[in-house]
C-alpha cells in the first residue's frame, strides 16, 4: 500500500516520490535532472526506483 501511494506522488512530483523511497542520494539528483530535462523520463526513473526497492 505504501507503495502505491509513493507512486502516485511520483506521477504528480517525480523527485519527491524518489525522495520519500530512498532519501537525498544519487537517484534524487538523477531524478531531479530528468525532471527537468523532461518530465515523462522524472516519472519513469521515479516509478522504477521505487518499484526496484
Do not use: C, E, S
Not at 18 to 47: E, S
Request: proline share 6%; glycine share 10%; hydrophobic share 65%.
Amino acid at each position: 500500500m505504501a507503495d502505491l501511494i509513493r507512486i502516485l506522488i511520483a506521477i504528480l512530483l517525480p523527485p519527491l516520490g524518489v525522495f520519500l523511497q530512498v532519501g537525498i542520494g544519487k537517484h534524487f539528483w538523477i531524478n531531479i535532472i530528468l525532471t527537468l530535462l523532461g518530465y515523462i523520463p522524472g516519472i519513469v526513473h521515479a516509478v522504477w526506483v521505487i518499484a526496484k526497492k
